[in-house]
């Protein structure tokens, strides 16, 4: 299901990007583990759009001071963040 979801988005829509911010900023980093981070430019659409096609996500999106963030996970558990 979750990558039939990932699929069907335009390749433009969605990129992968390495971010790094500072532990400063995110609560609780002591427990964070590294992540795949997918770019978007419309985080909202691309989240309603990937829930409809059943990928679960573990919030929804949350504005940050460095972007908006929505955390989703795969069919093994492995989590990943949607960023817009």
């Given at each position: 299901m979750f990558q039939a979801t990932v699929n069907s988005l335009n390749r433009e829509e969605l990129r992968t990007h390495d971010h790094h911010y500072p532990r400063a900023m995110m609560q609780g980093w002591?427990?964070?583990k590294p992540s795949i981070?997918?770019?978007c430019d419309d985080i909202d659409g691309t989240y309603?759009?990937?829930k409809a096609n059943g990928v679960k996500?573990?919030?929804a999106p949350n504005k940050m001071?460095?972007?908006?963030y929505a955390r989703f996970a795969d069919e093994d558990g492995n989590e990943f963040l949607l960023k817009g």
């Open positions: 002591e427990s964070m981070v997918f770019q309603e759009r990937m996500f573990l919030e001071p460095w972007g908006t």
